[in-house]
Structure formats: C-alpha cells, structure tokens
C-alpha cells in the first residue's frame, strides 16, 4: 500500500462535514459506470450530498478528472503501478490525499467522516472493502452483487451485528424494496424479477455458437459496463440478482421468479399473500434507483426522460435456461449452498474475461463454471478465509480448462 499518511487520521483533517449536514459519500469505483452516475445525483444534489472519497483500478486519468471537479478529501487507485501518474496528476490540490493499493480500499471506507458507501466496484475484489465498511457501520448502497453471491451469509450478519443498513442499488432489487415499503410483516408470496433478456432471448442455440463479444456488448435497453453487459447476456447476471434476492428479503430461491421483460420498464415486483402485486415502473435510468438508496426515504427530483405507457407494450416470458446456462448453473449454487455460488463467482469471472478477449465461445463459458462447481473443493460452512480460498482455487480450475 502507498499513501502520503494514514488513512484512519484523516477523520480530523475534514471539518466541517457534519456542520453542513451534507451525507459525505465513498464512491468504491467511481470510474465505472455505477459510480459515474452516482457522481451525477451528488452534483445534482450538492446541498445534500458531498463525495468524500473516490476510488477506482486502473483508470487513474478520470479518477484525477473526477478529483479535479468534486474536491474529495481522499483518492485511491487500487492499482499500485499507477499511484506515482495519479499523485503528479493531483499536485495542483494538495488538499486532496491520495492513497493506493488494496489495503488503501480498506481503511478509506473507515474514515470517520464518511456516512454512507456507495459499493460501485466490480467482481469479488468489493468484497473486503465492504466488509470493511460494515464494521465500520456505514451504510452501504449495495451495487457490488458478488459480495452477496459470495459471502450473503456472512454479510447478512455482520450487518446486524453491526447496525449497518444495506440500501439496494441494483434496478430490480431497489424496485423490489421500494414495492415493500410500507408493507411490514405482509408475507411474501413471490418475488417477480425481471429482466431484458440481453441481445440474444430470441437467437437459436445454434446462433449462439457464433455470437461474438461485440454482438454481447450491444445490450438493448441498459447502458452498463463490460463485465456486467456479457453477464447480462449470458442470463448469469439474473442467477447472480437471485441469490441477491434471497440474502436482501429473506425469500427463498424458490419463491424468485426470473421474468424475461424486453422493454425494461417494469424493473421487478413483489406478489403478496393476497395475490396483490406491487412493482416498480420507469425508465432505463440507474441514477433513480443509486439517487433513493442515498435518499431513503425521501424522494428527490432527479433529472431525466419520464415514462410514456402509451408508446410500447409490455411483455414477458420465461427464460429459456436450456439455452442459457448459466442461470441453470446460478439456481443449482443456491440449492447447494455453502461456498458454491463463490466457485460459480470465480468461474464466471474468468470466462466472462475470457469470452470478451475471445479466448472461449458464449456456449464455452457456461460449460466451464459447470465443471469448475464439479472440481473445485466444496464446503457446506464457509468462512471469509475459505471463501478467499475458494475464489484463487476456482480461478486456477477455470483457466486450466480455457
């Protein structure tokens, strides 16, 4: 880890935060696309809301552009190699400390100062960092889904033990907590949870022997990064919001119903014990649902296109998981529990890289995490060293059989 001095001493160098009563927000991957929009609603909102730190991997220019606009108090690139090009880069503020390293993540979310973390990172590396911030007792706007494909169990019970809220920011599952505000104890009957289907719902088996990683990349209705676009057409994004499901509400996966819904207006719904349904309807906008996490429970206006019922229909079918895998592979890590949807984690992560360097066809990636769950050492009880474990030894097991 670099930094210029220590993280946790930082909480008295930022006065004056807590007088202006603006919620002082850690952005874990400012640079993606999560992150970018979460900037837009702070400069939206600068009465309220203040960005106290920003972080990112790799993309040291826009974290010193980012810098540079919302005057954090700290940086981090995770990236150590890029720690010297990010301090020049920032020379001109001396105010702002900048930080690197994976351990930097870790202490930055600790910081005194800081209210609320916006978990934007991709992939299990927001795991620790998260960890982090709950024993911090932070609030966390939960967009990082593989901390609770990983670690639900775990993550579920730190967040009691240490009273720290975990706010939805995914679209389907902060429309799912929006439709049960308000609703108590009314048991839940069915989570509906929706979804577009990606570029390829209508294409053949055969056709999908032939996609490439461009054509994947050309979602239909969401603007989102690489590694989650692939995984949206691959349905393994919809397994993965399945398991985020099941640890948010407490409903099993068998009361979680995937609806394949193209136009992405009806962003996910709660069936009651009375056959009421309740959903949650707009645009393709992932600021509203980023903006309500950092605003509950009030609603603030947000910028931005209004829905129009009157211009297209709304449909839905059922996903096809012969053709699509890995939302097979995504149920059956449920049902088996324990450190199985770490080992699906992994492997995805790995083909999904593989598949958009075009190491491995769209059909391969489903056939690996496949044998890598049949591989990789199981473990009914998992602890955070077992799941650490588990992540490098699904990875080893996924690149072999590239």
Not at 126 to 148: D, M, R, V, W
Not at 204 to 221: G, M, N
Request: a negative charge.
């Amino acid at each position: 880890m670099k930094t210029t001095n220590n993280i946790n001493s930082m909480s008295s160098s930022v006065s004056g935060a807590k007088a202006v009563r603006r919620r002082q927000i850690c952005i874990l991957g400012s640079t993606g696309s999560i992150g970018t929009q979460g900037l837009d609603v702070i400069s939206q909102h600068p009465d309220l809301y203040e960005a106290y730190a920003l972080t990112a991997n790799n993309h040291w220019e826009m974290l010193a552009e980012q810098a540079h606009k919302f005057h954090p108090a700290a940086v981090v690139i995770a990236n150590e190699a890029h720690y010297d090009e990010l301090r020049e880069a920032l020379a001109d503020m001396p105010d702002v400390k900048v930080y690197a390293g994976s351990r930097a993540l870790d202490e930055i979310v600790e910081a005194g100062p800081i209210d609320m973390v916006l978990t934007a990172m991709v992939g299990f590396a927001g795991l620790s960092p998260t960890i982090h911030a709950i024993k911090a007792h932070k609030t966390i706007c939960l967009a990082n889904k593989e901390t609770l494909v990983v670690a639900g169990e775990l993550i579920c019970r730190l967040a009691l033990e240490n009273h720290a809220p975990i706010l939805p920011v995914d679209s389907e599952h902060s429309a799912i907590f929006q439709s049960l505000v308000g609703e108590d104890d009314n048991e839940i009957e069915k989570i509906l949870l929706t979804c577009s289907g990606g570029p390829f719902r209508t294409f053949t088996h055969e056709q999908l022997r032939h996609v490439t990683a461009a054509d994947a990349l050309k979602h239909p209705t969401w603007e989102m990064g690489a590694k989650i676009t692939i995984d949206s057409a691959s349905l393994m994004n919809k397994g993965f919001e399945v398991m985020e499901a099941k640890w948010l509400f407490g409903v099993p996966a068998e009361k979680i119903q995937v609806l394949i819904h193209p136009q992405s207006i009806l962003h996910s719904a709660v069936q009651f014990a009375d056959g009421a349904v309740k959903g949650q309807l707009g645009v393709p906008d992932m600021r509203l649902p980023i903006q309500y996490a950092f605003s509950f429970p009030k609603r603030l206006h947000l910028n931005g296109d209004r829905l129009d019922l009157f211009k297209q229909p709304l449909e839905f079918f059922e996903p096809d998981v012969d053709k699509f895998k890995c939302l097979a592979m995504a149920y059956e890590a449920i049902r088996r529990g324990g450190n199985m949807p770490c080992i699906v984690n992994a492997a995805n992560e790995i083909v999904n890289a593989a598949f958009r360097q075009g190491k491995c066809s769209f059909l391969d990636m489903g056939d690996i995490i496949e044998k890598t769950m049949q591989r990789a050492t199981f473990d009914a009880n998992p602890d955070y060293d077992v799941y650490v474990s588990t992540d490098a030894e699904a990875r080893a097991i996924a690149r072999e059989l590239l």
